[in-house]
Structure formats: structure tokens, C-alpha cells
């Protein structure tokens, strides 16, 4: 067992599932000329409907949720502006709250934009 | 604008799913590496003068195996790297390669050389042994291994790049906790859409992703986090709601091949074994052909009926030219394979960005809102 699985504890029940189930034998496919692979697959683009609105939110979202967050957090007092370096993480309206040690400092300016690092090799979409 | 030399059509492997073509041995000459270096370039500071950007090129090596022709490699960079320097353009590197050629010595050149390093390693022995097989047909994942220790020791940037197949899908999560237990922080999936998918095989796939995705999510709670690609492009799209300009590739208009005879394609993807005319843009001696050039740029996209009312289209790679005509013989069709696997990456990337932000791991909200880690 990779030590991975146990430092995560969530998947080695899976993961020893999948090593016993090689029951269902993949075929070797043949490498296909570039045409025949979807026929084969038989398989079409789908008209996707039922997509459920992912639970994180965009990066606006976020960014107006925290400065609403600090000013919560300001009118009651959690924080100020002396650091006192509490690791408690507070929720409010649905967030979760950075724990004031890396909200202090922060909230109190007005809303940046996020900085976009530049892209490199291994952040380009998958082809 | 971005330059890929494929530096030979040899290699000293002979892996069942390579899209590189046949292999015989014609490696490109120091003057075609040359010349199409001086394109590139004067082609940047052209458009970086028109645009009023500070100029920036990303030179690639690729193959066959190119570390066979390590001298030119050697040459081409150095040669790029003085001539980027007059002119004022920041140059990106990177080369992929099988790994067989890498040793120590090569490793720390490419770090001092400022590389990123694709790495094709298909994961633990078990599931690379199966399909990447030398030229005399045995297994290569010893020597690959070997070479992983070089480039762990020499420090080098770079990513694992694991090709997923059917044939070997079910060993996918297995081999990505492989690499991960070896302190690979960087993993690119690279799927096969040019073989049949079989539906037993399709739920593996998906298996494998969820599996995939409980252990990103571990390694983001350990404080250790890890780059997949499909989980990560998928979650940045979210968060920038699409995928922006800069996201997509260059396809032909700021991105050439250059195969070893000079020809221009679009993509390292289209350049086969050089011979189909049809996909050829241009070539060093002559510079673009305008007029199949500006209909790759113009036919650019997707133009399946279905895509347009998608709800995750912004999402969706499906604009993806090289993958495209990959699977369906068209740069603008997207096929049924690719537009399940764009499915399946968005729903596992939406489980594990929304466990990671529900839990508030600050590594996660550098990552992808803050822009800390990117
Ligand atoms: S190492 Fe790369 S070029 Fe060589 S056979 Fe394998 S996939 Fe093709
Ligand atoms: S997920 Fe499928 S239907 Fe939706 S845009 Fe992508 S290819 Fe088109």
C-alpha cells in the first residue's frame, strides 16, 4: 500500500478495490486512424443539461464575500488591527473565514483585483 | 510567439499509443534549427512592437526522443538564448522527453539552463511497463526511475507527463500515488482520444479520477499540495469564470512546430512523420503560407450545435485543434470522447475544489483566488 493513501486515509478501501477488480479485461484497442476512434467509441457529444452550479465560489464571489466578511468581522470587534494571532476560523454567510492571523492586514484594504501569475507549461488546459 | 523544434523523428522507444508517427532516423540540421529560431524571433519582436507588449517566446524541444540530439539541443539553446537576449525577448524553455537519455548530466544542465522538464512516465512500473516498451521491446520504467532520482537531485522545474489509455486506466490512481509518494508535485494527464474507449474502460476512468481526486484533496490538507492538470485548469476555470485568451494555446498564430525539415504546423501534435501537406503553415525558407494559414486561424474553435448551449462550455477544452482533428479528422469538431472526459474533469474538479474551500485550506485559496502559488 502506497504510503500516500494512508497519510490521506480516504482511499485505500478504493484503492485495494481497484487492484482486486481486474476482472473486467480492457481490450487492447488498436490504435485507430484518427476518424474511426469516435465511430468506434460510438459515442457523441452530449447535450449537457443537468450541470449543478459548482459549490466554491467564482473569484468576484469570493473577493466580495470576504470584504463583506471583514466588515462583519470589524463591527464585532473580531478583529482589529493588533494582530493577535487566534488560529479560530469563524464562519459567517456561508464562508468560511481565513483565520484573523492572515485576515488582519488584509481585509482592511479596499477590494484588489487578484494578481495573475503568468501561465506556464503545466497550467495550460489539457489537450 | 512560441517554437517548438522537433529535433529528430527517431526514438529508442516504442510506445504503443505515440501520436509522433513512425520512427526513422531524419534529425533536423543546425541551419533549420537556426533559421527557424531567427523566424520566431523577428517574428516576436515584430508583434511585440504592434501590440506594444515587452516580448516573450517559449522555446520547446521535441521528438522522437530529443535528448538524441543532445548537441543540437545544446547549440539551438544557447544560440536562442544570446539571440532572445540582443533583441529583449524573455525566453521560456522546455523539452520533453522519454527519459531514457537523462542522466545526472543532463539533468543539471537543463536546471542551470533554466528548463521546465516534461517528464513521459507513465507512473509505477506496472501500468508504464505495459505500454512503453523500448525499441527492442522490453520495459523501460528501471531506467525511467533512474532518471526521475536525476531530476529530483538536480532540482530541475518540471512535470510528469502520464499518458491515460484504456489499456492501462485502471492502474491510473495507483501510479499517480506513486509519483506523489516520490514528491512529484507537478502531474499532467495527457488522455489517448485516438483509440476506442470501450464503457468498461470509461468507468475506470472515472473511477480513477474520484480515487485521483481524494488523494489532491489529502495532499492539499497535509499541506503538501499537488498539481494535476485536469483537476487544476478545471478549478482555475471556475474561479476566472472560463478559460481566458492566455489559457488557450497559440495554435499557428503565436505557436509553430518546426519539423526537421523546416515545414511549419500548428501544434507538435499535427507534425507526424512530416508528410501531410495539408497541415503544413509555412517553412523556414519561405516563412508563413498565408493562405492555409489564415484558414487554420479563420476554421479555429468548435462548431458542434450541441457545445453552443452547454452550460460548461467556458469550461470546456473543446476548441482544442490538435485534440480535435485527433479524434474526429476536424481542428473544429470536438468528439463524443473528449466531450466525456471535459465532463468527467469538471465534476471531479467541482468535488474537489468544493470540499477544499467548504474546509477553508489555505493552500487552496492561495492557489486559486489569491494567486499565490500559481
Ligand atoms: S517516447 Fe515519445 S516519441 Fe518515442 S515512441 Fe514513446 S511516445 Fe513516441
Ligand atoms: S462538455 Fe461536451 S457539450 Fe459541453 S461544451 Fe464541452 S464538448 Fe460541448
Not at chain 2, 529560431?37 to 501590440?51: G, I, M, P, S, V
Not at chain 2, 495507483?174 to 482520444?193: K, M, Q, T
Not at chain 2, 488557450?248 to 503565436?254: D, L, P
Request: net charge neutral.
Amino acid at each position: 500500500m502506497c504510503s500516500i493513501y494512508e497519510a490521506t486515509g480516504a482511499t485505500s478501501g478504493h484503492l485495494s478495490q481497484i487492484r482486486n477488480s481486474s476482472v473486467h479485461h480492457v481490450e487492447k484497442s488498436r490504435l485507430t486512424s484518427k476518424w474511426q476512434a469516435t465511430t468506434m467509441c460510438n459515442m457523441d457529444v452530449q447535450r449537457v443539461k443537468d450541470f449543478t452550479k459548482p459549490s466554491y465560489p467564482d473569484r468576484k464571489e469570493f473577493l466580495r464575500n470576504r470584504n463583506l466578511l471583514g466588515a462583519v468581522l470589524l463591527g464585532t470587534g473580531l478583529v482589529t488591527s493588533a494582530c493577535n494571532k487566534t488560529e479560530t476560523v469563524h464562519r459567517t454567510q456561508g464562508i468560511v473565514a481565513q483565520p484573523a492571523r492572515r485576515l488582519s492586514g488584509v481585509i482592511l484594504e479596499s477590494p484588489q483585483p487578484a494578481k495573475e501569475a503568468p501561465p506556464q507549461p503545466g497550467d495550460k488546459p489539457s489537450r | 510567439m512560441d517554437v517548438t523544434l522537433c529535433l529528430t523523428h527517431a526514438c529508442n522507444m516504442r510506445c504503443d499509443y505515440c501520436y509522433a508517427g513512425p520512427k526513422f532516423a531524419r534529425s533536423m540540421s543546425w541551419d533549420t534549427a537556426r533559421r527557424a529560431l531567427d523566424f520566431a524571433f523577428a517574428h516576436t519582436a515584430e508583434q511585440a512592437e504592434r501590440t506594444q507588449h515587452d516580448p516573450e517566446s517559449q522555446l520547446g524541444f521535441f521528438g522522437g526522443e530529443p535528448l538524441l540530439e543532445w548537441n543540437l539541443l545544446k547549440m539551438a539553446t544557447e544560440y536562442a538564448v544570446a539571440e532572445a537576449g540582443r533583441i529583449g525577448i524573455r525566453l521560456k524553455r522546455t523539452v520533453t522527453t522519454n527519459m531514457t537519455l537523462l542522466g545526472e548530466e543532463e539533468a543539471l544542465w537543463l536546471r542551470e539552463n533554466g528548463f521546465h522538464v516534461g517528464l513521459s512516465l507513465d507512473g509505477c512500473a506496472k501500468m508504464h511497463d505495459l505500454v512503453r516498451r523500448t525499441s527492442d521491446g522490453n520495459p523501460s520504467h528501471e531506467i525511467c526511475a533512474r532518471a526521475l532520482d536525476f531530476f529530483r537531485g538536480s532540482d530541475a522545474n518540471g512535470e510528469v507527463i502520464l499518458v491515460v489509455d484504456p489499456r492501462t486506466v485502471e492502474l491510473l490512481a495507483e501510479s499517480v500515488a506513486w509519483l506523489i509518494d516520490g514528491n512529484i508535485r507537478r502531474i499532467s494527464f495527457s488522455p489517448n482520444f485516438t483509440v476506442a474507449w470501450n464503457p468498461v474502460a470509461l468507468a475506470k476512468w472515472k473511477h480513477a479520477y474520484t480515487l485521483i481526486g481524494d488523494l489532491y484533496v489529502g495532499c492539499y490538507r497535509n499541506n503538501r499540495p499537488v498539481n494535476i492538470n485536469v483537476f487544476d485548469g478545471k478549478i482555475h476555470a471556475r474561479v476566472n469564470n472560463g478559460y481566458r485568451p492566455c489559457d488557450r494555446c497559440g495554435f499557428g498564430e503565436n505557436e509553430i512546430t518546426v519539423s526537421t525539415t523546416g515545414n511549419f504546423y500548428p501544434c507538435e501534435r499535427l507534425v507526424g512523420d512530416d508528410s501531410n501537406a495539408a497541415l503544413r503553415i509555412g517553412h523556414v525558407s519561405d516563412g508563413f503560407y498565408s493562405a492555409p494559414r489564415n484558414q487554420f486561424l479563420a476554421n479555429r474553435g468548435n462548431v458542434v450545435a450541441e457545445c453552443s448551449v452547454c452550460p460548461v462550455r467556458g469550461r470546456c477544452v473543446n476548441w482544442c485543434g490538435c485534440v480535435n482533428y485527433a479524434a474526429t479528422g476536424f481542428i473544429n469538431r470536438v468528439s463524443g470522447i473528449v466531450c466525456y472526459h471535459e465532463r468527467l474533469c469538471i465534476e471531479a474538479a467541482d468535488r474537489v475544489g468544493g470540499i477544499l474551500f467548504e474546509e477553508n485550506i489555505p493552500a487552496f485559496i492561495d492557489t486559486f483566488y489569491l494567486g499565490c502559488h500559481r
